[in-house]
């Protein structure tokens, strides 16, 4: 019996990593088809790519560039911010462009929702050669998880 509970255990582990990693492949489809058919260019090979949604509160948004800040300065690895809407722009411009090897590109008609990455809260994208690895929000509960991953 222990050992028939074990199996389904390692069973169900396995199908859910499995599953997870297809999302992934599902995903970089959708962000490549995203930077090719709206911004005619091929989707970023190793970097971070950052979907910011203007829309939220912003005592938000404020708090979530701050920690952006502190986590991403001086960071090597170039890094894509998608501006996701047509509100507070230029504050998050004007923020994010101070970061080096930052590109900003402004969604003000959020057709990277129609790509598959339509999410309330800003979201983090980490690719490496070419595949999307991580997808994680960008909240109160998980700053200490991204800065973790990602302090140096």
């Not at 599902?26 to 790519?49: A, G, R, S, V």
């Not at 910011?52 to 001086?74: D, L, R, T, W, Y």
């Not at 959020?110 to 050669?129: A, K, N, T």
């Amino acid at each position: 019996m222990k050992i028939f509970a074990l199996y389904i255990i390692l069973s169900v582990s396995v199908i859910t990593c499995n599953n997870k990693r297809n999302n992934y492949q599902e995903q970089t489809t959708y962000l490549n088809k995203y930077f090719q058919k709206i911004h005619n260019t091929k989707k970023p090979d190793n970097e971070l790519i950052f979907v910011m949604q203007p829309n939220s509160c912003g005592a938000c948004s404020k708090k979530n560039v701050a920690f952006i800040q502190e986590i991403f300065h001086g960071y090597k690895t170039p890094q894509t911010f998608i501006i996701n809407g047509d509100k507070k722009i230029d504050f998050l411009k004007t923020q994010l462009q101070q970061l080096p090897n930052s590109t900003i590109i402004i969604d003000s008609t959020r057709q990277i929702d129609r790509y598959g990455f339509l999410h309330v809260d800003d979201v983090i994208i980490e690719v490496e050669s070419g595949e999307i690895i991580l997808i994680e929000s960008i909240t109160d509960e998980t700053f200490p998880k991204l800065k973790r991953r990602y302090k140096r």
